[in-house]
């Protein structure tokens, strides 16, 4: 009778040990690939999300709010059940959803899984109003504007020229002249040195072959000093159309006015008054003008007579406050304040 039992009990363990079916084999290995195909297809829906959507986690509000499960029912089935789409009641995804819900605003649409289409999880399908698809066509709009514009200020310094030594009694007019046998000249600035009693101005030409020809008339008698001519480093400012002369006595009050640049915040317009009434005559009307992002001020200085401003082109380079001023002709008049009158 032992015998026989220990014959038993050594066929159990050697069934026990036995390797299992080719059937059985055949659909564990069939499991283990479904699994495996499921987990590469989560892997790469995953890899399509945006990480930092706040969307992939459910709130802890939703659930706060959400009633608790009748008796006999799981939170499982309350919340993810087949009447409720995967949803609670209060229109809240869950996290035991059946389907993984991507933010559609992120990617502009629905993402289609396993040939179902999902939607947010703050979308309309939670009966909220979609937000609005946030992209990057403003800021590729401007970056690309400012690509166009750096382009621009380049071909700009490239027609440019930097011409220095330049007598005070020579105008920009005569400066203009001299330089458009070297091409069409769109633009011609003087401006007041500070560091020397001549003056210094920039040219601009239509084309570069104009600019690189204007560099053949270095060591050119203008006045009394032969002038340099040298590539340009800086674009021209264009002047604002509206602040130009838009008649024959505002271009004559031009001739009387002077362009200030480089003043101490310090000086007040009754100093600069003062200052240029002192060394070039009287003065009929200024304007002084500053911010605060810059150091220093600019101002509009308008002479009685047009002497007087040929003088103060003189004044460059002379301390007011606790900067050298610079001086140049002023391109725009001096106009009266207007009076805004309150009803």
Not at 147 to 161: G, H, P, Y
Not at 237 to 254: A, G, H, I, K, Q
């Given at each position: 009778m032992a015998a026989v039992a220990e014959n038993a009990i050594g066929a159990g363990d050697q069934f026990v040990r036995s390797p299992p079916p080719p059937q059985q084999q055949q659909r564990a290995r069939s499991s283990e690939a479904e699994y495996q195909r499921d987990v590469r297809e989560l892997v790469d829906l995953l890899s399509k999300l945006n990480p930092s959507a706040k969307e992939f986690i459910p709130s802890s509000s939703a659930y706060a709010a959400a009633p608790p499960p009748?008796?006999?029912?799981?939170?499982?089935?309350?919340?993810?059940?087949?009447?409720?789409?995967?949803?609670?009641?209060?229109?809240?995804?869950?996290?035991?959803?059946?389907?993984?819900?991507?933010?559609?605003?992120?990617?502009?649409?629905?993402?289609?899984?396993?040939?179902?289409?999902?939607?947010?999880?703050?979308?309309?399908?939670?009966?909220?109003?979609?937000?609005?698809?946030?992209?990057?066509?403003?800021?590729?709009?401007?970056?690309?504007?400012?690509?166009?514009?750096?382009?621009?200020?380049?071909?700009?310094?490239?027609?440019?020229?930097?011409?220095?030594?330049?007598?005070?009694?020579?105008?920009?007019?005569?400066?203009?002249?001299?330089?458009?046998?070297?091409?069409?000249?769109?633009?011609?600035?003087?401006?007041?040195?500070?560091?020397?009693?001549?003056?210094f101005a920039f040219i601009e030409f239509a084309n570069e072959h104009g600019a690189r020809?204007?560099?053949?008339?270095?060591?050119?008698?203008?006045?009394?000093?032969?002038?340099?001519?040298?590539?340009?480093?800086?674009?021209?400012?264009?002047?604002?159309?509206?602040?130009?002369?838009?008649?024959?006595?505002?271009?004559?009050?031009?001739?009387?006015?002077?362009?200030?640049?480089?003043?101490?915040?310090?000086?007040?317009?009754?100093?600069?008054?003062?200052?240029?009434?002192?060394?070039?005559?009287?003065v009929s009307r200024s304007r002084l003008l500053g911010d605060n992002t810059h150091s220093t001020r600019i101002a509009f200085v308008e002479f009685v007579q047009a002497e007087s401003a040929l003088k103060a082109l003189s004044c460059s380079g002379r301390i007011l406050g606790a900067f050298p001023i610079r001086v140049s002709p002023s391109k725009t008049p001096v106009r009266p304040r207007v009076a805004h009158t309150t009803h």
């Open positions: 009748a008796a006999g029912q799981t939170a499982s089935s309350v919340s993810a059940g087949p009447a409720a789409g995967g949803r609670r009641p209060n229109g809240w995804l869950s996290a035991e959803a059946p389907v993984f819900v991507a933010y559609s605003d992120y990617y502009g649409g629905a993402i289609v899984a396993g040939n179902r289409d999902v939607g947010s999880g703050g979308g309309p399908y939670n009966d909220q109003q979609p937000r609005r698809r946030k992209n990057n066509y403003s800021q590729g709009r401007r970056r690309f504007n400012d690509r166009v514009q750096r382009a621009q200020k380049e071909d700009c310094i490239r027609r440019t020229v930097y011409v220095a030594d330049i007598d005070l009694h020579v105008t920009e007019e005569q400066l203009a002249a001299l330089f458009g046998s070297c091409g069409k000249v769109l633009d011609c600035r003087i401006c007041g040195d500070p560091h020397s009693f001549l003056r020809a204007a560099l053949n008339l270095t060591g050119t008698m203008l006045g009394y000093y032969p002038v340099r001519v040298l590539p340009s480093k800086t674009a021209i400012l264009p002047v604002n159309p509206t602040f130009l002369p838009r008649s024959e006595d505002e271009r004559e009050m031009c001739t009387r006015t002077v362009y200030c640049t480089n003043i101490d915040k310090k000086v007040t317009q009754s100093d600069l008054k003062e200052f240029f009434e002192l060394l070039c005559g009287e």
